[in-house]
């Protein structure tokens, strides 16, 4: 997971790089520029709120499914657990 992050902030940093690079060496006048250097950040800010919201999500996901898997098993967890208990005492009687 972190490597498709890496991935993916790599590729939109070298869209900013390589959009800014287009904007700023176009033949368009200074005012035309502005505007687009302006409607490139604004669709920048949409992207990057959009993969925030996108790795949000998934991350409750994740964290939810860990819930559920852990709820799914307590039994089997307070199980072992109280075995783990068990033996400690026994080991502690024994001294």
């Known amino acids: 997971m972190n490597n498709n992050n890496n991935s993916l902030l790599a590729f939109a940093l070298g869209a900013l790089i390589g959009a800014a690079a287009g904007i700023l060496y176009a033949p ?7 505007s687009d250097l302006k409607r490139f950040s604004e669709d920048f800010s949409d992207t990057v709120a959009d993969l925030g919201g996108d790795l949000k999500e998934k991350g409750r996901r994740i964290y939810n499914d860990g ?4 709820l799914e098993h307590k039994d089997k967890i307070t199980e072992v657990f109280e075995e783990g208990k068990r033996a400690f005492k026994k080991y502690q009687d024994e001294d």
Do not use: A, I, L, N
């Not at 368009?28 to 502005?34: A, I, L, M």
């Not at 819930?67 to 852990?70: A, S, W």
């Open 28 to 34: 368009k006048s200074g005012k035309e520029t502005r």
């Open 67 to 70: 819930v559920d898997k852990v």
